[in-house]
């Protein structure tokens, strides 16, 4: 299967060998590459066209590798960066991470672990780009830092908002707790004709009977005991803008009579007044039950419900829509670092997230994060920061983002593994693929470096057909 397209990935090694299997890898599978001899040459590159990720050895000459990740940074932020690095130097990567590198790679390479990688990082642009797009193209009113999503139920859903903003329908949404509902209340009100008029918003669970008529209706002096002043209420407030009923399934029986009159009437009467007032409402209304059931079960009024239910947008659970915890979890830290120098997650921790269900959905994810952004020790969050109540996949995962060791690491087993190829494997192997280094390396499940490393050993020299070199 051939990957989806893509921009080209950059390879910046100073050896040329090096590049040009990395080249060769990629090219076999589907991806398109661009050489650079070094960071210098790299970056001129990068300043005239666009790539899809990048891939740079740490040693090189004048400009390192970490130079190379620090200008990307600086210059082009979207694009993530894949270091290189010997094995020797693992904690130099993972200094690299916390300055904001995508991920490494050990020598020697494995080359299904470094597709691997690239695509991931490739995946990570293309839903950091799309989201751009989608947030663009939504409507600027927006604000970018309200809503991000890229899952295809939640572009669906963004289609259906800017439909029905633009009528004076009732909108019904939705959703359990910690949803986003009253985030796409607002958004159906960004994007109306009403945008410049009031937005007021109403828990209607926590409207009692017997303070309903004066919040939701204003009262006149007078009209109750200590009511020293007129007030306006809460509907009049909304006039010629948006009223968002929250948690519209809890609204008590008299409320909802009184509430169903409004809609009908178009007209409001303060409490203790003889006068009515017309009043310009635009309803939107959000419950976490389903409101047919609740008017077969006798709960709530069904001449109400078709009041409210003009246009009804369901809000899918985060589980399901877990491509969008990403750019949540990147919004979240962004807006909770303030000051703090809080750069990327690792990759352990990204997995972690990913794999939690999230029962408090997106309210649960945010105050995870907020909490992870205030106690984090480092630049790059680790799965060790995150909350222990995210579960034992959370526990495997710190042990991945600590720093490899010689013995027990897969690198220490791929030499091992490297070092008790025999001569007479190694010959059928490079037969068997007519002497292409690269094939021959994946038959034997070792690296291309680990080949050239066997040949010397055993003084073979390259076949005449060897394409791989």
Known sequence: MMP?????????????????????????????????????????????????????????????????????????????????????????????????????????IHVSEFLMIVRRALDHQRLVRENRELRAAFDQRIRATSIVAQSRRMVEIFKLVGKVAQTKSSVLIYGETGTGKELIARAVHDNSPRASRPFVAINCSALPDNLLESELFGHVRGAFTNADRPRRGLLEESSGGTVFLDEISDLSPIGQAKLLRVLQEGEIRRLGSNTTMKVDLRVVSASRRDLDQAVKSGGFRDDLLYRLKTVTIPLPPLRERKEDIPLLADLFMVRYAGGK??????????????????????????????????????????????????????????????????????????????????????LDALNATRGNKLHTAQVLGISRWAINRLMDKYALSSPADDTAT
């Open 341 to 426: 120098d809080i750069r990327g997650f690792s990759t352990s921790a990204r997995d972690v997230l990913m794999g939690y269900e999230w029962p408090g959905n997106v309210r649960e994810l945010e105050h995870v994060i907020e909490r992870t952004v205030a106690l984090a020790a480092g630049p790059i969050i680790s799965a060790e920061d995150l909350p222990r109540e995210l579960g034992e996949h959370r526990d495997a995962a710190a042990q991945r983002d600590q720093p490899a060791t010689v013995t027990g690491s897969r690198f220490a087993i791929a030499r091992r593994k490297a070092a008790a190829i025999t001569r007479e494997e190694l």
């Open 4 to 108: 989806p397209a893509h921009s080209p990935i950059l390879i910046v090694d100073d050896d040329a060998e090096n590049r040009e299997l990395l080249a060769e890898a990629l090219a076999t599978n589907g991806y398109e590459a661009r050489l650079a001899s070094g960071g210098e040459e790299a970056c001129r590159m990068a300043e005239e066209q666009e790539f899809g990720a990048v891939v740079s050895d740490i040693q090189m000459g004048a400009i390192s590798g970490i130079e190379v990740l620090k200008w990307f940074r600086k210059h082009v932020p979207e694009t993530p960066v894949v270091l290189v690095t010997a094995f020797g130097s693992v904690e130099t990567a993972i200094e690299a991470m916390k300055q904001g590198a995508f991920d490494y790679v050990t020598k020697p």
